[in-house]
């Protein structure tokens, strides 16, 4: 495998099971977790055989900065949030993810870390689809 | 505040109580996390009124993917390691750090997450130098 080609991206089903797309960006395919406990997005390189952070060529990286960025400013355009937390740590599923969570004092989880944290509440549907409108609006 | 002055910069005092310098790099402190359970850095840049990744200046932001690509090179040349864990949380301290952590399959909290499980069991002090020695040289 090139490591950084985009033909053969294919997601990590687990991960497709948790989420709806949100929209593909210039690296990241974007996606929002099927979690109505906290705003929660996920960013996955449109690369392959790609793990660790700097399994990354270094264009790439410097992409994925700047679609860090652009998450956190999504999630604070949501509504009111504390904390962004933002980690990338693929101990169950390998394909390299970035989290970046939107955390307000006294959700589910604060001021622990969400990952592993009870169980996924999905969205009501039609709550799940004016969201999706937002985040592809902004 | 200026945001980006390092003449001001305090290491927050929770951080400085769980852990112990490795060394000054260009932009961050470099902390050994005082457990023994997971090798564990945190990388802490050396800047005030900086919370959020995207608070750091730009230049600041591009040397800390750099070190923090130093730290993953660090934590890989010591030993095995399955995955490596990266995270920038700040729930609790609000100070910017990131966490770097090699994750062994089967380790102590594996595969969830390493914060806030469990308790942190300090290395043995001639442990602890010869670890620091380490990872000073490196």
Chains 1, 2 share one sequence.
Not at 10 to 24: C, G, N, S
């Amino acid at each position: 495998m090139s490591g950084h080609s985009e033909a053969d991206f294919q997601l990590d089903p687990r991960l497709a099971a948790d989420t709806v797309l949100v929209a593909d960006w210039p690296l990241c395919r974007v996606l929002l977790m099927d979690d109505a406990r906290f705003p929660w997005l996920i960013l996955v390189p449109r690369r392959t055989g790609v793990a660790e952070l700097d399994d990354l060529a270094r264009t790439d990286r410097l992409q994925l900065l700047d679609e860090t960025d652009r998450a956190l400013a999504l999630l604070r355009g949501l509504g009111p949030c504390d904390k962004i937390n933002v980690g990338a740590l693929g101990n169950i599923v390998r394909q390299l993810h970035v989290h970046v969570v939107a955390r307000l004092q006294g959700d589910g989880a604060w001021p622990g870390p969400v990952w592993g944290v009870g169980t996924a509440q999905p969205y009501p549907s039609t709550e799940r689809e004016a969201l999706l409108a937002r985040l592809r609006q902004a």
